[in-house]
């Protein structure tokens, strides 16, 4: 508690640069958390649909109907597995019924299978290149803060002539301000950086996921003409 009171008491006497710093990396941090929960829910949304997904497109798929599975696929509008299947199954059929060869329908097909996946990668990505940002940048914005702290501290010693009891209080409480910023500023970027790395991870797995199941639609394909010639 006494060390909260403390901190309380150190912000109120940064000077206008000072404050400016903490102002902005405040905001930083608010804007990082705000992004990290918002892509937590929407990455565990898109998990979760698409599991559902699943269960209920694969007797569709297995029994050849694609017109279930596309409208299976409308259900679950946040899942990314969804998108894929269903701009696959979709193009496919367009292209089947423009009489096209079965080569020239499963390349226009792989086409629309990875354009949806890149598509939908970057949509998940939305806003996570900033914390990567801000982990980068917040520590140099308290650096900036210590540099002003220690000039401002030197500055006041010239004022008060470089001795006394005065001298030694400006000096700490410009090495103080310093170091608030300083703090502040790995404070913000150290869970940013963690939620960066945490976020990207997941991102890349739901992208492996679309891969697996691009991969898996053009072999079902693949299969059904076999059978079918």
Known sequence: MNGSIQLFGLAGTVSTTGLVVIVILSLLSVWSLGVSLERVIVLARARRQSRAFARRVSPHLAAGHAMPAIDAARMFPYSHVARVIAAGLATFQQKSARGLSTAEVLEATGRALERTRSLTT???????????????????????????????????????????????????????????????GLVVAVPAAWMFNYLSQRIQGLSLEMENSSSELIDFFLEREGAAG
């Open 122 to 184: 970057t949509e998940l990505s939305r806003g996570v290149g900033s914390l990567a940002t801000i982990a980068t940048t917040s520590p140099f914005i308290g650096l900036f803060g210590t540099v002003v702290g220690i000039v401002h501290a030197f500055r006041d010693i010239a004022a008060h002539g470089g001795a006394g009891g005065g001298m030694m209080t400006t000096v700490s409480q410009g090495i103080a301000e310093a170091l608030l910023t300083t703090a502040l």
